[in-house]
């Protein structure tokens, strides 16, 4: 879906433009290029009871996808088609309703549905996946931990050197007679 059904324009000449048309319908309708079918019917029309050739008319079969889509799908077909020299032509659109469409006794909205929520499960599984992923690359490294444990324990050296160089320099400054409390805080 769309099906273009075209009347009153030989299939040669369909088939000159068909690769370039259905690339852009494809496009325009966010749909692979495969869902679309061009179909020449051949008809015989008559007027006054004489027979006479068929007007060229183009009707689409499709899934309404909006008139601004509608408005594109039907410029790029009378584009596509009147370059093939074709002085006038009639499209017109016939909307389906997917709950009134079936496909090998498959309501087509029911499948649509399924699809969607099959989607949005896939969605949420893979934004959920990639949200471990960032966390886990957030953690550090064992190599980082431990080198950062190194730093930390060197540094943690320096300090208690220094506190022991302090310490020794207040007592021989004090004679080592000093109150209570400071021997205390020395302690810590």
């Given at each position: 879906?769309?099906?273009?059904?075209?009347?009153?324009?030989?299939?040669?000449?369909?088939?000159?433009?068909?690769?370039?048309?259905?690339?852009?319908?494809?496009?325009?309708?966010?749909?692979p290029?495969?869902?679309?079918?061009?179909?020449?019917?051949?008809?015989?029309?008559?007027?006054?009871?004489?027979?006479?050739?068929?007007?060229?008319?183009?009707?689409?079969?499709?899934?309404?996808?909006?008139?601004?889509?509608?408005?594109?799908f039907?410029e790029?077909?009378?584009?596509?088609?009147?370059?093939?020299?074709?002085?006038?032509?009639?499209?017109?659109?016939?909307?389906?309703?997917q709950?009134?469409?079936?496909?090998?006794?498959?309501?087509?909205?029911?499948?649509?549905?399924?699809?969607?929520?099959?989607?949005?499960?896939?969605?949420?599984?893979?934004?959920?996946?990639?949200?471990?992923?960032?966390?886990?690359?957030?953690?550090?490294?064992?190599?980082?931990?431990?080198?950062?444990?190194?730093?930390?324990?060197?540094?943690?050296?320096?300090?208690?050197?220094?506190?022991?160089?302090?310490?020794r320099?207040?007592?021989?400054?004090?004679?080592?007679?000093m109150?209570?409390?400071?021997?205390?805080?020395?302690?810590?």
């Amino acid at each position: 879906m769309p099906h273009l059904l075209i009347r009153g324009i030989a299939p040669e000449r369909v088939r000159a433009v068909s690769r370039p048309l259905i690339a852009e319908l494809a496009a325009i309708c966010e749909c692979p290029p495969d869902h679309i079918m061009l179909e020449c019917l051949h008809t015989t029309a008559f007027f006054d009871g004489e027979e006479t050739p068929s007007y060229p008319f183009i009707e689409v079969a499709w899934f309404d996808r909006g008139p601004e889509t509608r408005e594109r799908f039907a410029e790029a077909v009378d584009r596509h088609v009147r370059g093939l020299g074709v002085p006038e032509l009639e499209i017109a659109f016939r909307v389906y309703r997917q709950e009134d469409y079936y496909i090998n006794g498959k309501n087509v909205r029911a499948e649509n549905e399924e699809r969607k929520q099959e989607k949005e499960w896939k969605q949420e599984r893979d934004q959920e996946r990639k949200r471990e992923k960032d966390s886990a690359g957030s953690y550090p490294s064992m190599e980082a931990l431990q080198s950062a444990l190194r730093e930390a324990e060197s540094e943690n050296r320096k300090l208690k050197e220094e506190l022991a160089k302090a310490r020794r320099a207040l007592l021989s400054a004090t004679g080592g007679r000093m109150s209570s409390k400071l021997r205390e805080a020395l302690r810590e």
